[in-house]
């Protein structure tokens, strides 16, 4: 059976990783994120500048690196990082 590690990492519901994907791509513009990354921001400085959570930031950055882009990611974090 298939299965995908950025989904798998994730230890709760689908639907809260949907959710977390969703609002990532909906906070975190592609373009302004590379641009930040571009000039070595780190994920916290990121998301301070966007003024959204470290772990939003980690989620984009996984996304992005699952679709081709050359990112490091240093950790996954839980889906329910919101309900902490």
């Given at each position: ?19 977390n ?8 513009k ?27 930031v ?22 329910n990082?919101l309900?902490?």
């Amino acid at each position: 059976m298939f299965q995908d590690n950025l989904y798998t990492t994730f230890k709760t519901s689908t639907k809260e990783i949907e959710a977390n994907f969703f609002a990532a791509e909906l906070l975190i513009k592609t373009d302004t994120f590379l641009d930040l990354a571009s000039k070595n921001f780190t994920y916290k400085q990121i998301a301070c500048a966007l003024e959204v959570s470290t772990e939003l930031v980690l989620i984009k950055a996984q996304f992005l690196k699952k679709n081709g882009y050359k990112i490091k990611v240093p950790f996954v974090p839980e889906a329910n990082f919101l309900g902490k």
